[in-house]
């Protein structure tokens, strides 16, 4: 008898267990879950970039930029619901496939799981012509916590100029994390709209794009905190997202190996072909290219980098948004996890003594770094890691002015390797490298575009500021 009950304790346990991906998948379909609709989502023709065009500028990165605002309205299970001044982001990238292959590829919903790491399932629930109802579930193994799950289900449709429509319609996030008390939200009626466009280049190649919206309002305590602390992450997920998306089809359809890595930051010069577009771009937001992998140092040299490089317009002439930039002892001001600056001047060099703290509920850290800081010309400035808990960190940044304006572009490239040096948390999600081989360049572009959305405002106040400070100076000068 007591072997039949412990039987019967072990399998309550394994059903509970099972039951959020359960719950998803038995889930009813409901009749708007399969009615047709209009994706509100831009194309890539939108932005006014022609695929042929930029096929051969991108060459083996991937491109990440915001599209002007607009008003659009999504289906819900109450009915249509209406969103203001949208900003959708697209992922671009180039791989060794005809379009119509690509197109067929991405439509198998069944082979996401063998596609894109970290989803183990992936189905198609229901169909009716051109609409489906798809169900998937992530696995994302959260160091020293615990496995985070996601099971959503989508409304797809396959459109009749070849593009795949995407929209949320309901699912559960959620991880069992003792000290925190769990971490669960509902996904029911969160708006989250994406496109899918496989454009050809010629036979061999084609682009591939994912355009992407969502505002999540995700109400669990972790969340909240976190969205609390940064803010910025609200921008951040929707560059991540597409990111997440494109990259994984690119390494798989790319059938170039990986290429001797860069071995100096990336800038306008490297980027020369994409400048235009970056350039024009930039009036919606962010833009952001992120460097394809790099092979293999020789054994005994340091680890190649890969580069992620964010460009961000302000709203001020160049040379004050560097001068603004380059005030170390102000850096504090932008940064809060900045607690202390130390700076040596040596001339066209700039020695940077760095203590970066880092605390959110249980997850507390801190980093120290010696970083030296070179001008390599007026508008560019270079730094490298010369010691501490990273094992490396290069990068540069560069400032220029824009043609028939009087605002400018900031240019930041980054690359990292975290190490053994680094602390604990660092070192755990590093490893998730098994599972994402670029998880090191999704934290750098996280990092990025979290110092862009607090450096970009910022600067344009104080740049306002010191114009103003400049026209009273003027006029007390004319009035003696």
Same mark, same amino acid.
């Given at each position: ?93 180039? =791989? ?128 909240? @905190? ?19 998306? =494109? ?53 005994? @040299? ?33 940064? @809060? ?5 130390? =700076? ?106 979290? =110092? ?29």
């Amino acid at each position: 008898m007591k072997t039949i009950t412990r039987m019967l304790s072990l399998l309550a346990v394994l059903l509970v267990q099972a039951m959020p991906a359960w719950a998803a998948k038995a889930a009813p379909v409901q009749p708007w879950m399969m009615a047709d609709w209009n994706n509100p989502a831009p194309y890539l023709a939108d932005a006014g970039i022609s695929a042929r065009e930029l096929g051969p500028a991108i060459g083996r990165r991937v491109l990440m930029f915001p599209h002007a605002e607009r008003d659009i309205v999504i289906p819900s299970a109450k009915g249509p619901r209406s969103y203001p001044r949208a900003r959708f982001i697209s992922a671009v990238a180039r =791989v060794d496939l005809p379009a119509a292959t690509l197109r067929r590829r991405l439509q198998d919903i069944a082979g996401y799981k063998n596609l894109f790491p970290l989803m183990p399932e992936s189905e198609v629930v229901s169909m009716d012509g051109p609409n489906q109802l798809a169900r998937f579930r992530i696995e994302v193994p959260l160091p020293a916590l615990a496995t985070f799950t996601v099971d959503v289900r989508t409304k797809q449709r396959f459109e009749a100029d070849g593009s795949l429509s995407v929209l949320l319609v309901d699912g559960k996030a959620e991880s069992l994390i003792a000290m925190l008390g769990g971490m669960t939200d509902e996904l029911a009626d969160q708006p989250v709209v994406g496109r899918w466009e496989f454009l050809p280049l010629n036979e061999k190649q084609s682009l591939a794009v994912f355009t992407y919206w969502d505002r999540l309002e995700l109400k669990s305590f972790f969340a909240r @905190k976190l969205l609390e602390a940064y803010p910025e992450l609200r921008v951040v997920n929707l560059y991540l997202f597409p990111m997440l998306a =494109v990259e994984p089809v690119r390494r798989t359809f790319s059938t170039l190996p990986p290429q001797p890595g860069e071995t100096r930051p990336q800038g306008m010069q490297s980027l020369e072909r994409l400048r235009g577009l970056i350039e024009r771009l930039s009036a919606n937001g962010h833009v952001a290219v992120m460097e394809p992998e790099a092979a293999a140092a020789p054994a005994g @040299k340091p680890k190649t980098l890969r580069y992620v490089s964010v460009a961000t317009r302000m709203g001020a002439p160049a040379a004050s948004v560097r001068t603004l930039a380059t005030q170390y002892e102000r850096l504090p001001e932008v940064l @809060k996890e900045l607690d202390d600056v130390g =700076v040596k001047e040596r001339g066209q060099q700039v020695d940077l003594d760095l203590t970066v703290k880092f605390a959110l509920l249980i997850i507390r850290f801190a980093i120290d770094l010696d970083v030296t800081n070179t001008w390599m010309a007026p508008n560019r400035l270079e730094f490298v890691r010369t010691a501490g808990e990273l094992a490396q960190l290069r990068g540069a940044s560069e400032w220029h002015g824009l043609p028939g304006s009087a605002d400018s572009l900031m240019l930041i490239s980054v690359a990292h390797e975290v190490g053994e040096e680094a602390p604990l948390v660092l070192r755990l999600v590093s490893r998730m490298s098994t599972h994402l081989p670029y998880i090191d360049q999704a934290g750098s572009l996280i990092v990025q575009l979290v =110092v862009m959305e607090r450096m970009k405002p910022w600067v344009e106040k104080n740049a306002a500021a010191a114009r103003v400070a400049g026209t009273n100076a003027k006029k007390e000068v004319v009035h003696e």
